[in-house]
């Protein structure tokens, strides 16, 4: 199987994952695709292949070299955002001849793959499992080319924030380890925002609007109220670079009951702190208004920066960038405005910085995937095995 059919192939698993879930993996769909996924690996011949009941699957490569060298790992996640629809995907490849505002013109002259428009594509992060399993394959049937030990390692639910709940860093062995879970082609990230989830629940008080004078309280009127306190240029869609953001993702809410959901992000942990007292703030103001209890607050943290666990490591960089730059790859070093496993991974002893898996777009109906950029993710994770 090539690397584009192994894509198209895992694109046709329905893997959505749902934070409303208390399940794990969160949706049924993850286990089907890690049961296939788990007899792939078995059958491309990598050994030690292991599949638990929470959905995590981990695999060796075993070494063919006597020299010492590290173990390194590879992980990528089996979810797709909930979004958008990652139900009958219809992926099909197209020359890209320019015209499309959806579409850098870089690729202008490329094959990339795309879907109908109806739902996203799957290549974040089915894209970097592609990648990760035809190298390894690569490897198995080319025995010439000397290497260390490797592992590699799939996990659900990192869109929802829960990929590396159960990840087992002392069974996985690795000294160090990439997530291929990045975007547009040479991407290389080491920093990501900390970030929390939020859920704020408004109670109001329903009574027949014909008699609702000085007695109704519609908590959707004081939802809307809420969010407007939030700071209106700090959103995603106002925000680049370094800069955090509050997100509003959710709202559901009747007259009684309202719950707005949101994300906080920031890449300085300083100003990540005060956005958390900020959304506290908000609350008990709106609580000074309308009454104590009328508004609840739910924080999680879910990350933090793992830059500050790869500084003391930077050779793992260096490894990725003398990489790239060996298969025409210029580096591209910039901070990851979200988060991936491998930010947890990082704080629980597993240096885990990310790597471009190619795609553009993502968690969104225009999500593409240029297949030079596909193919170039495998030649990065060749080159990194043979230079370690």
Do not use: W
């Amino acid at each position: 199987m090539t690397l584009v059919e192994r894509f198209l192939k895992y694109v046709s698993f329905e893997t959505t994952s749902d934070e409303n879930s208390s399940s794990v993996p969160s949706t049924n769909g993850q286990i089907v695709f890690a049961r296939y996924l788990a007899d792939e690996l078995r059958a491309i011949g990598l050994a030690d292949v292991s599949l638990d009941d929470k959905g995590y699957i981990m695999a060796t490569l075993p070494s063919n070299d006597q020299c010492q060298t590290p173990t390194i790992g590879f992980i990528a996640h089996m979810d797709t955002s909930p979004d958008a629809s990652g139900k009958d995907i219809k992926a099909r490849i197209i020359r890209y001849e320019g015209g499309n505002e959806q579409i850098d013109d870089r690729y202008v002259g490329q094959d990339i793959i795309v879907t109908d428009g109806t739902t996203l594509l799957g290549a974040d992060d089915k894209a970097g499992i592609a990648e990760i399993v035809t190298a390894m394959e690569y490897l198995i049937q080319h025995p010439e080319i000397k290497h260390g030990k490797v592992r590699i390692g799939f996990t659900p639910d990192e869109e929802i924030g829960r990929g590396a709940d159960f990840f087992d860093v002392e069974a996985f062995g690795a000294d160090f380890a990439y997530t291929m879970d990045g975007g547009a082609i040479g991407e290389l990230e080491f920093e990501n925002f900390n970030a929390a989830s939020c859920k704020i629940h408004i109670h109001g008080f329903n009574v027949h609007p014909g008699t609702a004078y000085h007695k109704m309280r519609n908590s959707m009127r004081i939802a809307t109220q809420l969010a407007q306190l939030f700071p209106a240029d700090e959103t995603p869609e106002q925000t680049q670079g370094y800069e955090g953001f509050y997100h509003l993702v959710g709202m559901n809410g009747t007259v009684e009951e309202t719950t707005l959901s949101y994300i906080i992000r920031d890449h300085d942990r300083a100003r990540f702190e005060q956005r958390k007292q900020t959304v506290q703030a908000i609350a008990r103001h709106i609580n000074a208004e309308y009454g104590e209890g009328t508004v609840e607050i739910e924080l999680r943290d879910q990350y933090y920066n793992m830059r500050e666990k790869i500084e003391p490591v930077m050779h793992v960089i260096d490894l990725a960038k003398e990489a790239m730059k060996a298969v025409g790859v210029t580096p591209v070093v910039k901070p990851i405005r979200g988060g991936t496993d491998g930010a947890r991974l990082s704080f629980e002893g597993l240096p885990c910085p990310n790597i471009f898996a190619g795609g553009e777009n993502f968690h969104s109906r225009s999500e593409y995937l240029p297949i030079p950029s596909l193919e170039a993710a495998e030649q990065v994770i060749l080159e990194i095995i043979k230079k370690a």
